[in-house]
């Protein structure tokens, strides 16, 4: 079946701009995972849910960011007031149930945001 | 904190070279670890794992990486290398305690030279 998909592929906004990004799991996948990746770097966590409930935001650098998952399934990451700093490809994975390390978490091809 | 560490930020290889790739993490508790490639315009995807039992364990395309616990090191390796091997190499490890949060290694970006 489909991997995880995001959407857009690529964002250009402007410094103070409000910016939303959008994750497809895989279809049953009840895991789902936020990360940042900086030019770089290794990819950063920033929140996991499980089904439609935030497990672990410890990730999220500040109060600008959240992120949503109303039905368990498409999720949604939402920056305001964007800054410079938040460029960097943000990622989003999904795992079947959550349980743990000993799943195996698929990744998307990524966001790429740009702030100027 | 927990965290990784890759040594090299850069190898470049000849094509049937032997490759290995440091990785270090910084954990006093149990851990799972793993290799994530991403070769290039594609996805991140799983290379290989290590929860438990035999220290040394084999991935995808002939790929492996051994678990040496008194050095906190999971060390990826491939005996010969090929041009399709161009990619960057990402260690990865997950608490037990908060085992859906991967904490990932800086990456390293391997070039195979034809």
């Known amino acids: 079946g489909a991997g995880v998909s995001q959407t857009p592929s690529n964002k250009v906004t402007e410094k103070g701009k409000y910016v939303e990004l959008r994750c497809d799991p895989i279809?049953?996948?009840?895991?789902l995972y936020w990360y940042r990746q900086s030019l770089g770097q290794g990819p950063e966590f920033l929140i996991y849910f499980q089904g439609t409930g935030a497990a672990d935001d410890s990730g999220l650098p500040n109060d600008r960011f959240f992120a949503v998952r109303p039905e368990g399934s498409v999720s949604t990451l939402k920056i305001q007031r964007t800054e410079r700093g938040d460029s960097a490809v943000y990622l989003c994975?999904?795992?079947?149930?959550?349980?743990?390390?000993?799943?195996?978490?698929?990744f998307g091809p990524g966001t790429r945001l740009l702030v100027l | 904190a927990q965290s990784v560490s890759q040594h090299n930020h850069h190898v470049i290889l000849s094509e049937a070279a032997s490759l290995e790739l440091g990785c270090n993490y910084s954990?006093?508790?149990?851990?799972?670890l793993f290799w994530y490639v991403q070769y290039p315009g594609q996805h991140l995807q799983l290379l290989l794992k290590?929860?438990?039992?035999?220290?040394l364990v084999k991935g995808i395309k002939g790929f492996e990486a051994e678990f040496i616990k008194s050095k906190f090191s999971f060390n990826l390796r491939k005996p010969s290398v090929q041009w399709s091997d161009t990619a960057e190499y990402f260690c990865a490890v997950t608490p037990y305690s908060s085992a859906s949060k991967i904490i990932f290694g800086s990456g390293t970006r391997l070039s195979i030279r034809p």
């Open positions: 994975a999904s795992s079947l149930m959550g349980s743990g390390g000993h799943e195996t978490q698929y």
């Open positions: 290590y929860f438990s039992g035999d220290p």
């Open positions: 279809s049953g996948h009840t895991a």
């Open positions: 954990y006093g508790g149990t851990v799972n």
